[in-house]
């Protein structure tokens, strides 16, 4: 519920330049407005599912982001319901963008290749079609190794960045120099998952295992498990079991019941079974680094 102390959903990821979101809550582009996330370079966004509380702010973006004069095409994903919205609101409200929005509707685990990053959905356990999304970036460059490449006599220049691109090259002596002389593959792309709303999920697809940082629902403490399982939302306790389960290295809570008088509660008890825990809270950054 919108409360000026209690936040709905709405997530950036920010990389190379390119905003991300995930969810749009009521009020989610005034907060865009506030912590300066530019609208323009918002070129995806992907909404989990139908319930208000996860779609309210997001045609306000939409009309914004073409007031701000982006003309780039935008790519939405969510359930087939999302279309629908978007179209009866342009209907009935009158407006008009001036870009495409290229929707994708999603209906099982899939990977979508969107240029700096991939993104992998998955079904989870809602009381509507709702969907978990896997942002990894896409590393292109191999690892370089410069001692190598100066043993071999590859002179530092224009030929390294070849290599480091994955193309062979032919010395001037004739000598040609492989990839794999003087590098490794390129290093696994960092990754973020966005898991809510949802009961617990037991498998997903691989590429969600070993995530540098999820972030899951964890809507009641343990001992309300049973209206847990009612609503179709998770626990603290299970969201941990998860983070455990994906052999995630952190993870943030988000998505609280207002019972509680501070979702810290919620994260002690998650601590329990996985130590690097925190929850979200409006206005937060977390840096995801090497
Ligand atoms: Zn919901
Ligand atoms: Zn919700």
């Not at 390294?160 to 003087?182: A, C, F, M, T, Y």
Request: hydrophobic share 35%; aromatic share 10%; with cysteine.
């Amino acid at each position: 519920m919108p409360d000026p102390g209690f936040p709905v959903p709405g997530f950036i990821i920010k990389h190379q330049g390119e905003n991300y979101l995930f969810d749009a809550g009521e009020n989610s582009q005034t907060k865009l407005a506030r912590y300066g996330i530019s609208r323009v370079k918002l070129n995806n966004i992907f909404i989990s599912h139908m319930h208000g509380d996860h779609t309210l702010g997001l045609p306000g973006i939409l009309i914004r982001r073409g007031q701000e004069g982006s003309r780039q095409p935008l790519n939405l994903f969510g359930p087939q319901k999302l279309d629908k919205y978007i179209r009866a609101t342009q209907r009935y409200l009158s407006y008009r963008l001036h870009y495409r929005i290229n929707f994708t509707e999603l209906k099982d685990s899939e990977t979508y290749d969107l240029g700096k990053i991939k993104m992998t959905s998955c079904r989870l356990d809602h009381r509507l079609p709702t969907f978990g999304f896997l942002l990894q970036e896409v590393k292109n460059k191999r690892k370089f190794y410069p001692e190598k490449a100066l043993k071999l006599g590859v002179p530092q220049g224009p030929l390294w960045g070849k290599l480091q691109n994955n193309l062979s090259v032919v010395l001037e002596d004739g000598r040609p120099i492989n990839p794999p002389d003087v590098s490794d593959p390129p290093p696994r792309g960092k990754t973020v998952a966005y898991i809510t709303d949802t009961r617990p999920v037991a498998e997903f697809p691989r590429e969600f295992y070993n995530v540098d940082l999820l972030i899951h629902e964890a809507m009641f403490l343990h001992n309300d498990r049973a209206e847990a399982r009612q609503k179709y939302h998770s626990t603290a306790r299970e969201a941990a079991l998860v983070a455990n389960h994906l052999n995630a290295s952190k993870l943030l809570l988000t998505h609280f019941s207002r019972r509680y008088d501070s979702p810290g509660v919620l994260s002690e008890e998650a601590a329990d079974i996985f130590p690097n825990v925190d929850w979200a809270q409006t206005g937060m950054e977390l840096k995801i680094t090497s």
